[in-house]
C-alpha cells in the first residue's frame, strides 16, 4: 500500500519547517536573454541545417527545462513542494510537455513532491485516462502498464462533478496521490460562478461553500494518518474571509493557496487556510519567486545571470514571511 | 481579418450536409490488435537496442496516431469537423501530444475543422497562453511567433470566470477561431453543480441557466455573418429539456452535443439543440463511431482489420439519422 500523499505532503513540510510551494510558470519572454542567447547558439547549427520552426521549438522547450532546473536547483533545499503549470510548457506541444516531463522528473529527483497544475475535468472514462496518465499507470501498446508523468498530485475544476473528480480519487487512493479541487479561485471575476448564492433548499449557501461540502465528501476516502486528507481545495491568498468558511466546511483538507505575491497576498492573508494545529495549507508563489530577479529588492543585488540566487533569496524570504505570520496567530506546528 | 469560426463551421456543415462531429477517443486497448501487432514487429529491433520504455512510449503515440488516421481517412469526406480529445493522448506524455499534434495536423490536410477537446481553465495570463498555443500564436526563444497546435476552436470550463473565458475570446476574435464552453454536461452526475438552484436575486434559475446567460455575454464579441457566434456550449444529447433552455437563453450559439452513440442519445433527441433555421448545433459521435467495428451490425460485417470501414459506415449511419431527425422536425437548412 503506498504512503498517504496527505502524510507525505505534510512530512515534507515538517523536514523543510515551510508550508510553501514554488509555482513553475516559465514565460518565455520573461527567461533571462543570457541563458536563451546560449541556448541559440547552441542550436544554432542545427537550426541552419535542418526545419528551422521544428528546432525553435526544441529549443524553446530546452530554455524553459533549463530555467526550471536553475530555479528546482536553487530552491528545492528550502521549498517541500514545486507546482509547475502544463500552460506554459504545452503552449509550445509536444516540446513544451517534453520540457515539463523533465521538469517533474527532476523535481523528483531533487526528492521534493509535484503537483501538476492542470485544473483537469472530463467525464467518467476519459476522466480515469487523465488520472492514470498523471497519477496511475497507462496501458502500453503491448499491453503492459507504465507509469507516464508521475506526479503527486494534480489540480481538478469540479463543473463535472463526482464523475470527474471520483475518477481522480480512485487512482489517488491506488497509487498514494492528491488532488486540489478549484475551489474559491484568486482571480477578480472568480464570483461570477463561485459566489452565487443557492437558494434556501441548499440552504443559502453560496456556490464556493456548496463545492467545498462536494470536496469534503469526496475527500473522505482519502485520508491519511496525520488527520489530513489527499484531495484539497484551491483557495485564493486574497479571500480571507471565504477562506474561514472554507476551512471550516473543510477541516481536513489542505488548501493549497495561490495568489501570494504576485497577486498581493502576504503571509498574513493566508493564515485563515491554516488550522490551530498549524497545518493545512500549502502557500504558492509563482512569477514574483521565479521571475525575483525582476524585482525589487532582488533586482539591484542580482542581475539576470544569477535569476536562480534571486528566486532562491526570495524562497528564503517567503518562509520568513508565511513562517513569522503563522507565528504570531499562534498556527503553527508544536514540535517546529 | 480571418474569417469567423463560427462561419467557417457552418459552411462545412452546408458542404458535407452534416452537423456531426466526430470524437477521436483513442483507448489503446480498444484499438486493433493487428495494428498493434505490425507495430510492435517495426519497432522490435530499437526496442531490444534501445531504451525500450522510451521506444514502448514512442510506438504507442504511433499506434494512436495511425488509428486516428484510419479514421479520419475513412471519414472526412463525410464529416465537416473532428474533435480529438487530450486525455486519451496526454496520458502517454510528450509520445501522446505529439500523436496528438500530428492528428491536428492531418485532419486540417484533410480539410476538415478541428476542436481540441481539452476543458481548459485558468485565471488571466495563464489562460492566455492556453489561448495562443492552441489557438493562436506563441512566443519562441528568439523571441518569433509561431502557431502551434492551431486549431479551430477548444473545450472549456466556466468555474473560474470571465477572467479565464475572456482571455480565449480575445485570442478567437483575433485569430478566427472558437469555444465551447461545458453548460449542461452528459454525465449522470452532472448535476450535482449544473443543476442547482439559485436564490431570487438570479431570478431563481439553475447554475447551468447561469452560465448559459455568461457565455451569452462572452460569446457577443464573436458574432459572425450567418447570425451564430464562435463561442458556444457543450450541452448533453441525454438532456434534452435542458437543451430547451440552452437553446432559448443562447439563441446564437453552436452547441456541441456529446452523448449520441455511446451515452444513449439518438438523433431525435439532438434536436432541441437545433435552431429552426437547421443550424446552432454539432452532434458528437465518439467511442461508437471509432470503435464501431466492435459492435454489431459493424462486427459481424467488418474484422478488425476493416475498422475504418466500420467507422465510414458508421458515420453515414450517423449523418442519416440526425438528418431523419431535423427532418421529420422541420429543422433542416432550407438550401439543401
Known amino acids: ?23 513553475l510558470d516559465p514565460v518565455v519572454s520573461d527567461i533571462p536573454s543570457t541563458l536563451k542567447k546560449r541556448l541559440l547558439d547552441e542550436y544554432k547549427g542545427r537550426m541552419e541545417s535542418g526545419n528551422k520552426w521544428k528546432v525553435l521549438f526544441e529549443a524553446t522547450g530546452e530554455a524553459i527545462f533549463r530555467f526550471n532546473q536553475g530555479i528546482i536547483d536553487a530552491s528545492s533545499e ?30 523528483r529527483q531533487k526528492g521534493a513532491l509535484v503537483i501538476a497544475d492542470v485544473k483537469l475535468e472530463d467525464i467518467g472514462k476519459t476522466a480515469s485516462f487523465y488520472a492514470r496518465g498523471f497519477l496511475g499507470a497507462v496501458e502500453l501498446i503491448d499491453g503492459t502498464m507504465a507509469s507516464s508523468f508521475n506526479v503527486d498530485a494534480v489540480t481538478l475544476s469540479p463543473y463535472i462533478g463526482s464523475d470527474s473528480v471520483g475518477e481522480f480519487v480512485k487512482v489517488c487512493a491506488e497509487h498514494g496521490k492528491g488532488g486540489f479541487v478549484l475551489d474559491k479561485t484568486s482571480n477578480p471575476s472568480s464570483g461570477e460562478l463561485q459566489d452565487l448564492k443557492l437558494d434556501d433548499r441548499h440552504g443559502g449557501r453560496l456556490l464556493y461553500e456548496h463545492t467545498a461540502l462536494l470536496i469534503e465528501q469526496w475527500s473522505a476516502a482519502l485520508k491519511g494518518e496525520r488527520g489530513y486528507a489527499s484531495l484539497g481545495a484551491v ?24 495568489a501570494y505575491g504576485a497577486q498581493g497576498g502576504t503571509g498574513k492573508d493566508t493564515i485563515p487556510n491554516f488550522n490551530e ?4 495549507a500549502i502557500v504558492n508563489n509563482s512569477s514574483m519567486l521565479i521571475f525575483a530577479y525582476k ?8 542581475g539576470e545571470e544569477k535569476f536562480a540566487e534571486a528566486a532562491r533569496e526570495s524562497a528564503l524570504a517567503m518562509r520568513e514571511d508565511v513562517i513569522s505570520a503563522m507565528r504570531s496567530s499562534g498556527k503553527i506546528p508544536s514540535k517546529w
Open 1 to 23: 500500500m503506498p504512503k498517504n500523499f496527505a502524510d507525505r505532503l505534510l512530512d515534507a513540510i515538517d523536514e523543510k519547517q515551510n508550508p510553501s510551494c514554488v509555482g
Open 78 to 107: 528550502i521549498v517541500p513542494v514545486f507546482k509547475p503549470n502544463m500552460a506554459f510548457h504545452q503552449q509550445y506541444g509536444p516540446e513544451g510537455v517534453h520540457a515539463f516531463w523533465r521538469t517533474v522528473d527532476y523535481i
Open 235 to 258: 483557495v485564493g491568498a486574497n479571500y480571507p474571509e471565504q477562506a474561514v468558511r472554507c476551512r471550516e466546511i473543510m477541516p481536513n483538507a489542505v488548501i493549497l493557496v495561490p
Open 277 to 280: 494545529d498549524g497545518y493545512g
Open 295 to 302: 524585482f525589487e529588492p532582488y533586482r539591484s543585488r542580482f
